[in-house]
Structures are given as structure tokens and as C-alpha cells.
């Protein structure tokens, strides 16, 4: 006997302000043609005024809860991953607990920007294995809006706000990768890389700060390093590309994601891309395209799925679960 981290329920939440490429081209030297090829977004959602990462993390748990048919005091931790928590503390976790009147357990952030969710996973997924919780939930929620420098054509234009949340529960499994639940993460950072993706705040600088990366430099990164850890972690459990049925990547950049599912000889029909809807969330990316993935009809019980994501620090990794 095994036990396995199986999902349970998911949902997501959208601020409901759509940006198109277009209205960029009002404030910086950009086009809409320009955004779409390089990077195939062709829209964003934005937070409106004073709505926070945490009140998009408490939408996108409510859904959760309510596709899992649980309540909140089912649930014994939540993880929440985030760079753009409302504040510096608490954790946003926290505030998501309160929000969603859960009265017992745990709740805390996990940092490893648009890798977050990956990081938060396998989190999740120790804790249901050591028997320190036998239900969490996992969310990754921003408000990346927040961090763009306005007159910096080459960031601004990429990134969106949103959350998505995923319940995973302990059940007993066989021990083979038939199993549903998570079956094999794989996790990565090299600090030496700061200065490609970074945001020139913080609280001992004083000041939020902008994002700033050096984005040929990030995309080459992505290319090579998210094949890696992809089959890295398929390789854990005897699996390879031709055993995926859905590969649920971060959704940064369009020809990032193809080049990762051509390296893994994973057609795109077996890609869920949301990217052109969402632009990049960070690490609300995954479990946004896990939940809208799910509602197309794309992902059903018993898939092989492998996410795999890449950002700041860099940190980077990926999971393997059948849903
Ligand atoms: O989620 C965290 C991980 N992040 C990523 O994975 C992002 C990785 N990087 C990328 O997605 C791509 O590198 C970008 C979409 C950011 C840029 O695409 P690129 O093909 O790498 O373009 P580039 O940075 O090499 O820039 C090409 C040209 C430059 O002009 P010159 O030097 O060739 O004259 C840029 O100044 O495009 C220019 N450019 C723009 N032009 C119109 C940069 N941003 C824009 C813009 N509109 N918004």
C-alpha cells in the first residue's frame, strides 16, 4: 500500500478586465503583431483597483472547494504560491484562510516566482506523504500588474494577473505509475542566474520594485532546462514523453512551449495552452491552465500529466501526476 497527493477539485479565478494587445500600442513603441509572434499572447486579464493577490486566491479556492464538494475546514493546510502577496506579512495563505472561514490547520506562501506552483506541489505532496496533512490545497495567485514598468516595452506587455487552485487529498494507491495522484517531482535552482529575471525592490531596498529580465537570455534557459527537468522527473517512474497525455507547461511564451513539447516528442494536440487568454500569471499559470483545461474537456481522471516552469532565481522544475 501507497499513499498518493490525488486531486480532488480545481478552480480558477480571472480579474474581469481584458486588456488586449492593442491597447498597448497607445502607451510604447509595440504592436499587436509584435506580441503575438513572439510570444502568441494576444490578451490579459489585469486586477482592478485594490483587488489583491489574496481576494483572487480566495475566488479560485471557493471553486475549488465547491468542484471538490468540500468545505473549508475539510481542508488541513493551504499552500499558496505567490511573489506579489498583499503584504510583506502575513502570508497571503493566511488571508485566504480567514477569507475562506477556515478555522483549523495550516496555511503559509511558497517564493519561487513563476515556478512557484511546481515548488508548492511537491510541498504538498511531502506533507500527505509524511502524514503531516492528509488534505491541502494548492493555489498560485498574482497580481503581476503590479511589478510591470509601464515604459519598458519588453516586459510590460508580457505578463497578467490571475489564480488557480487545485485540492489534493491522501488515498491509498498500488505503488505503480498507474496510480492516480502525484507520482515524481523534480526541483532546480541556480542563483547565479539573478540578474536575468529579477524585481529592483524589496523591503531591505526600500522600495516594490520593477520587473526586469533579460528575456533571450531567460527564453534560452527555458528551452534547454524544461525538457530536462520534464523527463527527469517522468524518468523517476519509468515514464517518457510518449506515455504523457497532457503536458500542462507555464504558459510564458508560445514558442517556449513548443520547443519543450518538440523536445519531448509531445505533439501540441497533447499541449494545454492558454497563454494567448492569460499572458504570463507566474505562478498562478499552472493551475490556471490545469482548472481551464479541465473545463474544456481536455484533461479527464485517469491522464498522465507532467507540468513543468521556469522563472526567477532561476528556479525551475516539474511534476508528474496522473489526475
Ligand atoms: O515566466 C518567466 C520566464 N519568462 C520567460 O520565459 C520569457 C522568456 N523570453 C521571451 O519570452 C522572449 O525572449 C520575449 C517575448 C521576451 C522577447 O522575444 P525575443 O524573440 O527574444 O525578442 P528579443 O528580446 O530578442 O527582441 C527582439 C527585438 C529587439 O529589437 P532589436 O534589438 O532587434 O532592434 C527588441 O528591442 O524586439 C524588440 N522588442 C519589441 N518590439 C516591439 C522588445 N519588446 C518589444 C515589444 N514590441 N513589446
Known amino acids: 500500500m501507497t499513499i498518493r497527493a490525488v486531486v480532488k477539485g480545481v478552480g480558477h479565478y480571472l480579474p474581469e478586465r481584458v486588456v488586449p494587445n492593442s491597447e498597448f500600442e497607445a502607451t510604447v513603441d509595440t504592436s499587436d503583431e509584435w506580441i503575438r509572434a513572439r510570444s502568441g499572447i494576444e490578451r490579459r486579464h489585469f486586477a482592478a483597483e485594490g483587488q489583491t493577490t489574496s481576494d483572487l486566491a480566495t475566488r479560485a479556492a471557493q471553486a475549488a472547494l ?20 498583499d503584504f510583506t506579512f502575513p502570508a497571503a495563505a493566511t488571508m485566504v ?63 497578467g494577473d490571475g489564480a488557480g487552485a487545485l485540492i489534493l487529498e491522501a488515498q491509498e494507491g498500488e505503488g505503480d505509475n498507474a496510480d492516480r495522484g502525484i507520482l515524481a517531482s523534480d526541483l532546480n535552482s541556480d542563483g547565479r542566474h539573478r540578474e536575468l529575471l529579477y524585481v529592483d525592490g524589496g523591503v531591505s531596498t526600500k522600495s516594490t520594485g ?27 517512474v519509468g515514464l517518457t514523453g510518449g506515455d504523457v497525455n497532457w503536458i500542462v507547461p507555464h504558459q510564458a511564451n508560445l514558442r517556449i512551449i513548443t520547443a519543450t513539447a518538440q523536445r519531448m516528442q509531445v505533439p501540441m494536440e497533447r499541449v494545454v495552452v492558454t497563454v494567448q487568454d492569460h499572458g504570463n500569471t507566474s505562478a498562478a499559470s499552472i493551475p490556471l491552465a ?13 491522464d498522465l500529466i507532467v507540468t513543468e516552469a521556469i522563472g526567477g532565481g532561476l528556479a525551475w522544475g516539474a511534476v508528474v501526476l496522473r489526475w
Do not use: P, Y
Open 290 to 302: 490545469l482548472s481551464v483545461g479541465r473545463a474544456r474537456g481536455q484533461i479527464k481522471q485517469g
Open 97 to 159: 484562510q480567514a477569507n475562506l472561514g477556515m478555522t483549523r490547520g495550516f496555511a503559509f506562501d511558497v517564493q519561487a516566482v513563476c515556478a512557484g506552483f511546481v515548488f508548492a506541489l511537491a510541498n504538498a505532496n511531502g506533507m500527505i506523504l509524511s502524514g503531516q496533512a492528509r488534505r491541502v490545497m494548492v493555489i498560485g495567485a498574482e497580481t503581476f500588474s503590479q511589478l510591470m514598468d509601464w515604459n519598458d516595452r519588453s516586459t510590460c506587455v508580457l505578463f
Open 210 to 236: 520593477h520587473l526586469r529580465m533579460q528575456g533571450r537570455e531567460v527564453f534560452r534557459h527555458a528551452v534547454e532546462k524544461l525538457a530536462q527537468t520534464a523527463h527527469a522527473a517522468l524518468d523517476k
Open 66 to 85: 465547491k468542484d471538490a464538494g468540500m468545505e473549508a475546514d475539510d481542508l488541513d493546510a493551504i499552500i499558496l504560491a505567490t511573489s506579489t502577496a
